[in-house]
C-alpha cells in the first residue's frame, strides 16, 4: 500500500463535510490507507486544523469521526485563485511525500473555479501533465448543456492527461449500482430474457424526500434533467441496456455504454416538468423561478436488443419517500393471458436506497385450499448479509483511484452523449406544473402513459 496524500480544494463545503471526511476516515479505520496518510484541507479561512475539524462537525448532518480525522487532518489556509499561494502549498505536500506516495488532488469546487485552479496547479508545478502518481479529481457539474462541458473538458486536457483524470458520478460506487453487470452478466436466467421479446418496460425512478438544501445557485441553474438525468439516471439506463463488454476492463465497458447513449430517442409528448410548492421560497431562489425539480419522460434504446421497449426515467425532490429503484418488467406469458386472474407481470427490482438489494416478483399459489394466486417477490437485501459497516460509494471511489481503476468514472464522450441528450430534451421545456404531493404526479403520468409508477 502506498502512502497517500489527499489534497481538498472546498474543504469547507457540503461534500466534503458529508462525504469526503467520513469516506476517509472508515477507510483509515478499515486499515484501507497507511498510518502516513495525510489529507491537507484547504480554505480561505482563518482554521488551525482543530478549529477545521469543530466547523466541520458543526456541517456534518452526521457525527464526524473527530478521533481519526486528527490524525489525518493538516488544514492550509490558501485562496485558491491566487497562483502565488500554490508554492506555500507545494512546500507543505514536499514535507509529507516521499518518492512513492500516491496524489490525488479533489476539487470539490464549483466549475467557474475549475480555469483558474487548474492553470495554478499546473503553471505552479504543482501538478505535471502526465505523471500518474498525481490524479486529479472531479465532481459534476461537467457544465450546464453540451458546449460548456466541452470547454470545461477541454480546459481540463489542456493541464492534464487523461488518465490522470477521474470524473465522479457517486451513483457509480453505490453497491447496487456495481452489482447491476454481475447480475446481468453472471446469471444465466436473465442472460436469456434480456430483450425486447420479454422486457416490457423499464422504469429508473430516483425519489428524494429533500427540497435544495441550501444550494440554491447550483440547484437553479440545472434542474432535475441537468442534476439527476443526465448523470445518475443515464449511467443506470446504459448498465440496464447494453450488451456485454469484451472484457470488465473500463474502456470496454464505457465502449458498450457509449453505444446505448447514443442509440437514445426521447418521446417528447411523455415529458412531465414540475416544481415543488415551496421552491420559490428558498432562499436565493427568484422569485419567478421555472426550474423543474420533478422530471419524467419515455426514452427508447434503439438497438437490436432493446428496441421498442420503453424506458420511464423519473426523478424528483420532495416526494412522498426516498428511493432509488429500476424496475425491469417482463412480458405474461400465453397462458396468463388466457386464465382470467388478477396475475400480475414479473418484475426484477433493482434497489439502490434506501438499502440496496435486489427483488423478484412471481406469482404464486396462495398457500391453502383455494387456488388463488398473489405475486410473492424473492428479495436478497445486501446490507442485511454485508459483514460490519456497509461500504459508502466514496470509499469505494477512492480506492479505486488509488488502484488507478477507472471503470466507475465517467469518461469524456459519455458526458457528451448524454448532455447532448439532455440538450435535446431541454428544446421542449415548458413551465413546471406545481406539485404539493407524490399522487398528483402518479395520476398525471398513469393518465399520459397508463403506466403506474412505484
Ligand atoms: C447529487 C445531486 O448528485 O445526487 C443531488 O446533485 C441529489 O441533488 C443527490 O440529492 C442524490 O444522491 P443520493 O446518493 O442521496 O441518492
Request: with cysteine.
Amino acid at each position: 500500500m502506498k502512502d497517500l496524500i489527499i489534497v481538498i480544494f472546498g474543504s469547507t463545503g457540503d461534500l466534503t463535510s458529508r462525504k469526503l471526511l467520513p469516506a476517509i476516515s472508515r477507510l483509515y479505520k478499515k486499515n484501507q490507507l497507511t498510518k502516513a496518510t495525510k489529507v491537507i484541507a484547504l480554505g480561505r479561512k482563518d482554521f488551525t486544523t482543530e478549529q477545521y475539524l469543530e466547523y466541520m462537525s458543526g456541517q456534518a448532518s452526521k457525527q464526524l469521526d473527530i478521533k481519526t480525522l486528527s490524525k489525518l487532518v493538516l488544514y492550509h489556509q490558501m485562496e485558491i485563485t491566487n497562483l502565488d499561494a500554490y508554492q506555500s502549498l507545494i512546500e507543505l505536500i514536499n514535507k509529507e511525500k516521499n518518492e512513492q506516495t500516491r496524489e490525488l488532488y479533489y476539487l470539490a469546487i464549483g466549475p467557474e473555479l475549475f480555469p483558474d485552479v487548474s492553470n495554478h496547479m499546473s503553471i505552479s508545478g504543482l501538478v505535471s501533465i502526465g505523471n500518474l502518481n498525481q490524479s486529479i479529481i472531479f465532481e459534476k457539474p461537467f457544465g450546464h448543456d453540451l458546449f460548456s462541458a466541452k470547454e470545461i473538458n477541454q480546459m481540463l486536457w489542456n493541464y492534464f492527461d487523461e488518465k490522470q483524470i477521474y470524473r465522479i458520478d457517486h451513483y457509480l460506487g453505490k453497491e447496487m449500482i456495481q452489482n447491476i453487470m454481475m447480475v446481468r452478466f453472471a446469471n444465466r436466467i436473465f442472460e436469456e430474457i434480456w430483450h425486447n421479446r420479454t422486457i416490457k418496460n423499464v422504469k429508473i425512478i430516483v425519489k428524494e424526500t429533500e427540497g435544495i438544501l441550501g444550494r440554491a445557485g447550483y440547484y437553479d441553474q440545472s434542474g432535475a434533467l441537468r442534476d439527476m438525468v443526465q448523470s445518475h439516471l443515464l449511467q443506470m439506463l446504459s448498465l440496464i441496456a447494453m450488451e456485454v463488454p469484451l472484457t470488465y476492463f473500463s474502456d470496454d465497458v464505457k465502449d458498450e455504454k457509449i453505444k446505448v447513449m447514443s442509440h437514445l430517442h426521447f418521446d417528447h409528448n411523455s415529458l412531465i416538468l414540475g416544481q415543488y410548492d415551496g421552491y420559490l421560497e428558498e432562499k436565493n431562489i427568484p422569485k419567478d423561478s421555472q426550474t423543474e425539480t420533478f422530471v419524467f419522460f419515455k426514452a427508447y434504446v434503439n438497438t437490436p436488443r432493446f428496441k421498442g421497449v420503453p424506458f420511464y426515467l423519473m426523478s424528483g425532490k420532495k416526494l412522498d419517500q426516498k428511493e432509488s429503484l429500476i424496475i425491469v418488467e417482463f412480458e405474461e406469458t400465453s397462458e396468463q393471458r388466457k386464465w382470467d386472474l388478477p396475475l400480475s407481470t414479473n418484475k426484477l427490482y433493482i434497489k439502490i436506497a434506501p438499502t440496496d438489494g435486489v427483488g423478484l416478483v412471481l406469482n404464486s399459489k396462495v398457500p391453502g385450499l383455494t387456488g388463488d394466486v398473489e405475486p410473492v417477490e424473492l428479495e436478497y437485501c445486501i446490507a442485511c448479509h454485508a459483514f460490519g459497516n456497509m461500504t459508502e460509494a466514496y470509499e469505494k471511489l477512492i480506492i479505486d483511484i488509488v488502484g488507478h481503476h477507472k471503470t466507475l468514472f465517467t469518461r469524456w464522450d459519455e458526458i457528451e452523449l448524454s448532455w447532448h441528450f439532455i440538450d435535446h430534451i431541454k428544446k421542449y421545456q415548458t413551465a413546471p406544473i406545481i406539485y404539493n404531493d407524490y399522487e398528483e404526479l402518479k395520476k398525471m403520468i398513469k393518465d399520459l402513459t397508463h403506466e403506474e409508477m412505484k
